[in-house]
């Protein structure tokens, strides 16, 4: 049984399936297939839902770069002068002489259910009649990045969407773990990283979010903490309707060679000795940083207490011998993992994560790990 390996790759998408065939019909291909939500299904197999980043195969044409956005009657392209951007992260290019820091994305994403077997070793299906793609105004530049929680009888998936109008958390639901419906925002601009405890704490929803902004004040000079985007605690009665705590939550510490941003991870799961959280931690390095996951350790009762907080080695650092042979899809400039779900595997944990923003990941933790 392999400890560490990549379960899905951008050549495993059948671009021919994708929703842009619906308005687009110049050649794209798959820029990431990586950051997936992770749930156990009834049936004991395991649920990866995939972000798709998908992007143009020739973006510039005639002296303009093109952004793909979603309408409701279809996907179309936008154009853009490529005298008036800045492409220099290949993720996105920003437009130049705006007041506001004004982005497009170089790719358009959605969901891919991909279901595995129980070890998470082998693809049984990949449902591409399933997939998730933009409904919404909201969403008309993708959505990204689901977290999935099975709490009683129900799974709850966050996604972030993307739009000129926002930049938000989602909320989809699902009573059988593979088919969701969209209930909608939950969160405001700029609010992501959204994560649900999977289970109650007491009588309400409990959740992991990270806002960001263009300004963070400093804390004093003798304090361990460094200013920066953190990640927040938020309850709600009915997981649509979320009040943010007033106990401050996982900060970045001064101490930790990942302290640019810090975010959430995987979804907060119960353990004996409380609620284990994998989050990211970023190294300031070029346009993207350096990504690792580390870990945390919250009371059972009340979460906001942090208990441990793991973030002076890390738990996952990315792996190049596992992208060696895809190398040449690379594009990022810096190694970059992303934990994105969690699962129990009895003895072990297993971690699903997205790879150098490319591929889907499976590590295997042993549960003594976290003592």
């Not at 303009?64 to 996907?75: D, F, L, S």
């Not at 004996?272 to 990504?291: C, K, M, Q, S």
């Not at 990315?318 to 060696?324: F, G, R």
């Amino acid at each position: 049984m392999a400890d560490d390996f990549l379960i899905f790759r951008p050549d495993d998408v059948d671009l021919a399936r994708s929703p842009l065939r619906r308005g687009i019909a110049e050649p794209t291909y798959v820029l990431g297939a990586f950051n997936p939500g992770m749930a156990r299904l009834p049936n004991g197999n395991l649920l990866l839902m995939v972000r798709i980043a998908e992007a143009l195969a020739q973006p510039v044409v005639d002296g303009h770069v093109r952004a793909i956005r979603w309408t409701p009657g279809g996907y179309v392209l936008d154009r853009y002068p490529l005298a008036g951007v800045d492409m220099t992260d290949p993720r996105q290019f920003a437009l130049k002489g705006h007041a506001h820091r004004m982005l497009a994305l170089t790719s358009l994403s959605w969901l891919l259910p991909v279901e595995l077997t129980p070890d998470g070793e082998r693809i049984v299906a990949v449902h591409y009649d399933k997939a998730i793609e933009p409904a919404a105004p909201y969403q008309d530049y993708g959505v990204e990045d689901a977290r999935i929680s099975r709490i009683a009888d129900r799974w709850y998936m966050t996604t972030c969407s993307v739009s000129a109008e926002r930049h938000c958390t989602t909320l989809h639901i699902s009573d059988n773990g593979i088919d969701y419906r969209l209930e909608g925002i939950v969160l405001d601009h700029q609010n992501k990283d959204m994560i649900l405890f999977e289970g109650l704490v007491g009588d309400r929803f409990m959740a992991l979010t990270r806002p960001l902004g263009e300004v963070y004040f400093a804390y004093p000079e003798d304090s361990p903490y460094v200013g920066g985007p953190a990640i927040n605690f938020a309850a709600s009665p009915d997981a649509l309707h979320w009040k943010p705590l007033e106990a401050p939550g996982i900060r970045a510490r001064k101490g930790s060679t990942s302290a640019m941003k810090i975010g959430g991870g995987t979804q907060p799961v119960l353990t004996d000795d409380g609620w284990l959280t994998i989050y990211h931690g970023v190294e300031r390095r070029e346009t993207v940083g350096i990504y690792r996951s580390f870990w945390a350790l919250l009371d059972r009762d009340d979460p906001t207490r942090i208990l441990r907080l793991e973030d002076d080695a890390p738990l996952i650092e990315a792996a190049p011998a596992l992208t060696a042979d895809i190398a040449h899809q690379m594009y990022l400039p810096t190694p970059v993992v992303f934990s994105t779900g969690l699962a129990d595997g009895g003895d072990h944990y297993l971690v699903a994560s997205g790879e150098a923003d490319l591929a889907c990941r499976m590590t295997r933790l042993r549960k003594d790990r976290f003592r």
